[in-house]
Every structure is written in structure tokens, then in C-alpha cells.
């Protein structure tokens, strides 16, 4: 008979909750599968985009984790795990009700902590110490929404107001979701009629625009390349919105967003309306040895994100040429029963090159690790520690030089009259070695505007919804 193993899972993001199907699925029964995590129900975030212009409510947006860990004899912890100790196997997380320490112990380890939003690294950002917005989570997309309800209230009146959405952080990331509410918010007060009476504008951190951190995409069209440059180009001057790359947001205070450019210029922007992503930062928690003394270096980077089986610490051209430097199998390389996966990982660098202003400021994207990214990461890892559970090696491997990226911007979520502006990256991480001329290969990246990409997008709200619920044929969706 074989012995009992215990697996924990921290987090029920893209990436935790798609492991804990897989992993309950295959040894829940068997083994002893814990999921420790914050919330108690799972949070579908693309779609908060919606919510923060009032045209979905929270409950679609979320379901409750319990019962399907029911089904998929999954235990499961409402708390944050703040300490683990590698070398004895345990972990102690605060109960999230009592704040009580609870000890876990554990063969396999999961880190899908996804990020901590840093918005403490922009004096002024944010919605809750700050004067910005976020659709980050629940809270502040229905904050958002409520304060975007305001404006619009005012512009029913005849009143002007000035929207600035994009990055609030020289190293932001996560672009495509900034975009996704741009358009959202052009296409909403189309609706609404009310649009002339709003000026919107992009912000961001980006080289250029349709950079997305993942260094722009070009696409074979016909005899043509085109590039994410000109067609994001075109889906701006279209719905007029006014747009500035190459910025590094470094302060907000009372109605204007104070900014560094690439040039070291510094400028400022007003706002009646901000929505601002900021940086991210690894959910930080603490590794001990048997000692307790903090090896928290030895296991994540500076900023928190757990190191795994990439290259580190390679200048961006090298980087660049050697796509074998991204992780393959997310294993600690000093705990190897220890994974992570989505964004709690530490990518090798970034996608897009790092830049800086003269005074040193960081122009630097960093790399998005999108749903469908920590979703296939999470399913990787579960059938890697699958193979643990039953004495063998880590068999699964993908790199996301390997990986496509589907960046799906809708307009409305209307199936009628919605559209999308629809990116097709195959792979996100550019390879040069086996695509030399553009990183990617040209004939399935795609770019294209149009109604079907709406309907693609409420197609992943519903698929992705029922997958991640473990209802029936969920692994026969793709992540
Ligand atoms: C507005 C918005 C729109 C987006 N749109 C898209 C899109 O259209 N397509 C796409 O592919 N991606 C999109 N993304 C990106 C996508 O949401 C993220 O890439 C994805 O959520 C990352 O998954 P994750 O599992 O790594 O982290 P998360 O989803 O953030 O999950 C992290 C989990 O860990 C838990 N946790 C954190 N710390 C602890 C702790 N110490 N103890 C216990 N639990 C903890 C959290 O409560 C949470 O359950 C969007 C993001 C935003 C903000």
C-alpha cells in the first residue's frame, strides 16, 4: 500500500484552482490535497472589466470554492499562509476569521499566490490610500464602477470629464487589462450617448503602443506584415482616444497624475477619472531553515517571486537569444518538492526591453503571466507533482516560449453588438531561434477587430467558468 501524501496548494487564482482540480481529480482520494487560500470564492478577474463599467454584477464574476472541493475531495483552509519552513516540510497560515496560527505540514508545495498589487509604490495611486482606480479585484472594480457611474451622471448633465487609463508604475504589467477598460469605457459612453462629452486618454509604461509587455506583436497578413503598433494604433484614432508611451507614472496628487518619460521629461496629467494598474509584487511570505532563520533569498527574488527552473540573471540580449532560459518545469531548484506557478513565479527577465529614464527611473514592463498562462502553468505542475506522488521524476514540461497568448479586448460584452479587438501571440515569449524574423510564428499569430472576438470573450467567460467549477467535461476545456 502506498503512503499517504499531503499536497498543499497556496492560492485559488487561474493557476491554484486549475491544480487543485487535477490534482484532487487524480489523488483526492488517495492522498491528502489542501488548498490554503484568502477567499472563499473563485474570482473570474478578466471579467472585472465589465463590472467596473456597470454592465455585469459581482455574483457572475465569482463562485463559491467549497463545493467543488467537495466534489474533488479537496480540504480546504480559509487563511494566508505567511511562513513555511522547506527543510522540516510545514507551513503556518493565519486562520482569516480568528487570525489564529495554524500549523500544515506537507510532501508537495504549490505557490499560486499570484501578485500583490504595490500600489504603495506610487505615492497617491490606488483606490484606497489613493486617488485612482483599480479593476484588480472585486472591491475596487465595484469602487471603480461606482466612481465611473459618477462621471458619467456628471456628463449627463453637460459636464467634461477627462479619463486617463494605462499603468501607474514605470515596471506595471498586466496592459491588456488597462486596455481592455479603455475601450470598454469608449464603447459604454457611446451607448450611453454621452461620449463627446469625455476626452480619454492611454498612459503607459509601454516602448510603444501595442507593446502589451510582450515586445509588440507582428502578424503575416496577406504579402504584408503587420504590427500590434498599427493596429492598436488605428483602434485609438478610431475611437479618438489620445494615448502617451513611454511614461513612468511617479506620484498622484489631488487631480493630477505626476509622470517621468523615457526622456526624463517630467510632465503632469489632470484627471476627473483614473484607472491605474500598478506594480506587482509577489505575495510576500517568509521561508525559514530548520533553524528559523529567513532563507527567503535562496527560494524567491527581491521582489518575492519564487525562483524555479529558469536561467537568472542574464543580460536581455542573451535572454533574448536563448529561449531554453525560461522555466520548463517550475520547480524550486533548492526545494525540488516545491512549484509555482502563474504569477507567483520569477520570470528569467523581461519580454520587452528593459529600459530607463537618465535619472534612472525603470521604463521595464514586466512580463505578463496572463490567465490562460497560469492556468496551463497550474495544470503542468499538478500532473508534475502527480508524478512525484507516485515516485517518478517531473515529467511535464512548458516554457512559455512554448506557450500561445490570447489577448482578447472586448468592447461591451454584448453578443450583439460587442466587439474585440483580438491578439493572437503564438508563443508570448518570443523564440528567435525558431522564428528568426519576428520571435513568433507570423501565420497563427493574428490580429483582428470585429464582433466574433466579442463573442470569443464571452465564450471563455462561460467555458472558463464551468472548467474551473469542476463541472462535467471540465478537462476537456483547454486552459
Ligand atoms: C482586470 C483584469 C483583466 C484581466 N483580463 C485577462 C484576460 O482577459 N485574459 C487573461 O488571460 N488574463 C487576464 N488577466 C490576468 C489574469 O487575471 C491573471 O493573470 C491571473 O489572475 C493570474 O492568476 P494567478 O493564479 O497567478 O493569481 P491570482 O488569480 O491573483 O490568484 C492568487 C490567489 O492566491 C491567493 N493568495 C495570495 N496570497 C496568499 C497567501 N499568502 N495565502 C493564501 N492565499 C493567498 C489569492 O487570494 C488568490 O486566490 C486580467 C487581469 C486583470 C486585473
Redesign the pocket.
Known amino acids: 500500500m502506498s503512503q499517504t501524501k499531503k499536497v498543499i496548494i497556496?492560492?485559488?487564482?487561474?493557476?491554484?484552482?486549475t491544480a487543485a482540480l487535477y490534482l484532487g481529480d487524480a489523488l483526492g482520494k488517495d492522498h491528502e490535497v489542501t488548498v490554503?487560500?484568502?477567499?472563499t470564492e473563485?474570482?473570474f478577474?478578466?471579467?472585472?472589466?465589465w463590472v467596473?463599467i456597470d454592465r455585469m454584477s459581482l455574483d457572475k464574476v465569482q463562485f463559491p470554492l467549497a463545493p467543488v472541493y467537495e466534489k474533488f475531495n479537496v480540504h480546504n483552509f480559509h487563511?494566508?499562509?505567511?511562513d513555511i519552513y522547506p527543510d522540516d516540510g510545514y507551513l503556518t497560515?493565519l486562520d482569516e476569521t480568528t487570525k489564529a496560527p495554524k500549523k500544515f505540514e506537507y510532501d508537495y508545495l504549490l505557490n499560486?499566490?499570484?501578485?500583490?498589487l504595490n500600489f504603495a509604490g506610487t505615492p497617491g495611486l490606488g483606490p484606497d490610500a489613493g486617488l485612482s482606480q483599480s479593476?484588480?479585484t472585486p472591491h475596487h472594480?465595484t469602487r471603480s464602477r461606482d466612481t465611473y457611474l459618477e462621471s458619467v451622471e456628471r456628463m449627463k448633465k453637460g459636464e467634461k470629464q477627462h479619463f486617463v487609463i494605462g499603468t501607474g508604475h514605470g515596471t506595471a504589467t498586466?496592459q491588456?487589462?488597462?486596455f481592455?477598460?479603455i475601450t470598454n469605457i469608449h464603447k459604454d459612453l457611446e451607448r450611453r450617448g454621452i461620449r463627446d462629452k469625455a476626452s480619454i486618454k492611454w498612459l503607459s509604461n509601454e516602448p510603444a503602443l501595442g507593446d502589451f509587455g510582450i515586445d509588440g506583436v507582428s502578424v503575416a497578413q496577406g504579402k504584408n506584415i503587420r504590427t500590434s503598433e498599427e493596429f492598436i494604433t488605428t483602434v485609438f484614432e478610431d475611437y479618438d482616444i489620445d494615448w502617451q508611451v513611454k511614461t513612468a507614472v511617479k506620484a498622484l496628487e489631488g487631480n493630477s497624475i505626476y509622470y517621468e518619460t523615457l526622456e526624463g521629461n517630467e510632465g503632469d496629467e489632470s484627471f476627473d477619472f483614473s484607472m491605474l494598474?500598478p506594480q506587482f509584487l509577489a505575495?510576500g511570505?517568509k521561508y525559514h531553515d530548520k533553524n528559523g532563520e529567513d532563507i527567503t533569498s535562496k527560494l524567491a527574488n527581491p521582489g518575492g517571486f519564487v525562483l524555479v527552473d529558469a536561467v537568472y540573471g542574464k543580460p536581455y540580449d542573451e535572454l533574448k537569444a536563448n529561449p531554453e532560459y525560461w522555466p520548463a518545469t517550475y520547480q524550486s531548484p533548492a526545494y525540488p518538492n516545491i512549484y509555482a506557478?502563474?504569477?507567483?513565479f520569477a520570470p528569467p527577465g523581461p519580454i520587452s526591453r528593459p529600459q530607463a529614464t537618465p535619472n534612472g527611473t525603470p521604463m521595464a514592463p514586466a512580463p505578463?503571466?496572463?490567465?490562460?498562462?497560469?492556468?496551463v502553468i497550474?495544470r503542468l505542475v499538478a500532473k508534475n507533482i502527480i508524478d512525484n506522488v507516485k515516485g517518478h521524476e517531473a515529467s511535464h514540461s512548458e516554457r512559455m516560449t512554448e506557450m500561445y497568448?490570447?489577448?482578447?479586448?472586448s468592447m461591451g460584452d454584448s453578443i450583439w453588438d460587442g466587439s474585440a479587438a483580438v491578439i493572437i501571440a503564438h508563443p508570448i515569449v518570443p523564440d528567435w531561434k525558431k522564428y528568426p524574423i519576428s520571435g513568433r510564428d507570423m501565420f497563427v499569430s493574428n490580429m483582428e477587430m470585429g464582433l466574433s472576438g466579442a463573442w470569443m470573450?464571452r465564450m471563455?467567460h462561460t467555458t472558463f467558468s464551468h472548467k474551473l467549477r469542476g463541472r462535467f467535461g471540465w478537462s476537456l476545456i483547454p486552459e
Request: a positive charge.
Open positions: 497556496i492560492g485559488s487564482g487561474f493557476a491554484g484552482q490554503i487560500t484568502r477567499t473563485f474570482i478577474i478578466p471579467s472585472l472589466v467596473g487563511g494566508q499562509v505567511t497560515a499560486a499566490t499570484g501578485p500583490k479593476i484588480c472594480a498586466c491588456g487589462a488597462a481592455e477598460y494598474i505575495n511570505m506557478a502563474g504569477i507567483a505578463p503571466r496572463t490567465g490562460m498562462v497560469s492556468g497550474g497568448a490570447a489577448c482578447i479586448a470573450k471563455i
